[in-house]
């Protein structure tokens, strides 16, 4: 309860921020809305329905109000409230993101154990080599060096596009995604999983005649979850802004896509939307995160 209330002011703080974007990027929104060839009653009468002309406080009291409704305003592009394009476009962000997360968890972990469980060795450089390199590039040229080898070259796989919800066209954009979180994960896991393994309980562990599979598994990775958990909820942001991205060279049908085109178009009010709808995401995650080591370790209380 303490930690959900300390995200109270993190929020306020966002709201004000994307309240800002408004007024921080040049131009005239009205202007941007009708175009230049709009008479000025037509302008004059959209400022007042916008409370564009009131003072600042009073802008900004308008605006919370209709945050607080669940009204993110009005797209100028689209002419359709905000939230709706949200809605229809978020989901394929999070299909997006769980899928990259999915890949990360399943070769991040396991790579890291087995560099712990034998350092020194060729698997641990091996690993060690493929997650420098995965954390080097940036995920538009994996994006793309990925299209030109398995769409391309070899045609194993769709280059882009959604595929009408077809499972093979999100593999190329979930690997992009994932490939700096794949290589994060794996130098977590190894570095948290060696200190563990070092532990007196571990040793004890041993002593007893405990399998050393239950013994990396049960007894020194449980602990070793604390970082690791700490790097997926902090990539959350990550997913979500490498989403754009990703998204962008794979024509994927999500919100990050939303955000190009509509900064693109200079579409005020859907930028300030999904800029104040994915930081509320990303504090909310967080705070799941926080939640969530005290059940991973039970070592950790909150009191």
Do not use: C
């Not at 490939?179 to 563990?196: D, K, N, P, W």
């Amino acid at each position: 309860m303490r930690r959900a209330a300390l995200a109270v002011p993190t929020l306020f703080g966002v709201l004000v921020v994307a309240f800002l974007l408004l007024y921080v990027a040049p131009g005239d929104p009205v202007q941007e809305m009708v175009g230049e060839r709009a008479d000025s009653a037509t302008v004059a009468r959209l400022r007042a329905e916008l409370h564009l002309n009131e003072s600042l406080p009073r802008q900004f009291a308008f605006y919370a109000g209709g945050v607080l409704r669940g009204d993110l305003g009005t797209s100028y592009i689209t002419g359709r409230p905000i939230t709706r394009d949200i809605a229809e476009r978020f989901p394929n962000t999070v299909i997006l993101a769980v899928s990259a997360m999915i890949l990360a968890i399943v070769i991040g972990i396991p790579l890291g154990i087995l560099s712990a469980k034998y350092p020194d060795t060729w698997i641990d450089r091996l690993a060690s080599v493929g997650a420098y390199l995965g954390i080097s590039f940036p995920v538009y040229w994996v994006g793309l060096v990925l299209i030109l080898i398995f769409a391309v070259a070899l045609r194993w796989l769709p280059p882009s596009g959604f595929g009408n919800g077809n499972p093979v066209y999100l593999i190329l954009p979930a690997l992009a995604l994932g490939t700096r979180s794949i290589a994060v994960l794996a130098r977590q896991t190894r570095s948290a999983v060696l200190e563990s393994l070092g532990a007196d309980y571990v040793r004890t562990a041993r002593a007893k005649g405990i399998p050393e599979r239950i013994v990396v598994l049960r007894h020194a990775l449980r602990p070793a979850l604390i970082p690791v958990i700490t790097v997926l909820g902090l990539d959350v942001g990550y997913y979500l802004t490498g989403s754009i991205l990703t998204e962008t060279v794979f024509s994927w049908p999500g919100l990050g896509r939303y955000v190009v085109n509509a900064i693109a178009r200079r579409d005020l009010p859907a930028i300030q939307g999904s800029v104040l709808f994915l930081s509320v995401v990303f504090v909310v995650v967080n705070l799941i995160t926080d939640i969530l080591y005290a059940v991973a370790d039970p070592r950790v209380r909150y009191d």
